[in-house]
């Protein structure tokens, strides 16, 4: 039984998997009308020609910049898009006349990939105070830094790789912008799966995670009143992949953003109540975290090779899930974990068995 009504609209409009899908973090399940609005494009151009093609999906091109927009708090001429979100991340960071040495201020959930590129740059990177030991930053406490000292800008991922906590992103740009302190939001893993108009003065994400759109599709929105001034331009696109991103993304419209959003909270609430405590793994977030991005932490002595093999053990099962090693957080975890990211369409009964098998695994 899936976990509600609004679950066996979102599997019926998709195949019929061959295994327990849990792992939307990754990359999610297209429907097969994005596969479709991608395909049939790619044959557009191979009969009509490449240029003719796109021309002839004006239309359909920007209403999903408009409804992609929607979802961000940005407008369709704010947008612009590469083929991830790391490359956004560069072409933001390419394009900013940013002084020598810039200081960047982050939460404790940064991703490992992200971190890599601001040292690349010799940036000088402050990790944000937190609120919890989940990583949550503590509004208050950023407030009262900004009185002191200014950052050039504050870098936060709204959801990170290694755990689903969500940040206060909106209550972060209002003390940040009140300081005149520019914010850029990664946005990878909390477009489709929670509330993103936040006001960010930059945000970037990927079409291939919660939205299940297509591989090989990111996209940077830059505010027209930003803080930041950052000029990115447009470059070689995947037309075809657009056109499934905006697919993908007026599917959740139709299905109303709202009630995605709340249904995902509360898969997140089903499969830690499920999951905590189950073979001495641990859930690592707060059970009533809004979010769908569960991590288990794994029993006593385990390293990530014995994480890594119980991935393995779990999908020769015919469950998918992540073995988050902890480079993808490095600020906040010391060990690898087990990532389950189930989407809309998840059963309970699949929760059960990953629970059965897992409790094999523990002690």
Known sequence: MYCSELGEKWHAARAEPSIAHLDAASAGRSSRAVIEAISLHLEKEAVRG?????DDEAEALQRGRRDLGSLIGHTPEELSFRDSA????????????????PTVWVAKNEFGPNLDE??????????LPSADVYGHVDVDALENMLQFEQPDFIHICHIGSGNGAVQPLREIVEVAHHASVPVVADMAQSVGHVPTVTGADVVYGTSRKWLTGPRGVGFVGVRADSLAQVEVESSESFIAGQLG?????SEILDLGQ????????????IARERLHGIG?????????????????????????ADVAAARDKLLETGILVTAADSWRAPLLAEHSMLRVSPHLDVRREQ????????RTMGY
């Open 245 to 249: 991103l905006g697919t993908a993304v």
């Open 258 to 269: 709202q009630q995605v959003f709340r249904e995902l909270a509360s898969i997140g609430r």
């Open 280 to 304: 001495s793994w641990e859930v690592v977030e707060p059970v009533d975290e809004p979010s769908a991005l569960v991590t288990l932490a794994a029993p006593p002595g385990w390293g990530a």
């Open 50 to 54: 490449s240029y003719v093609a796109a």
């Open 118 to 127: 601001f040292e690349r740059r010799d940036f000088a990177v402050r990790v």
């Open 351 to 358: 929760l059960d068995e990953l629970a059965t098998t897992i």
């Open 86 to 101: 790391r490359a956004g991340l560069r072409a933001i960071l390419n394009s900013w006349t940013l002084p020598l040495s």
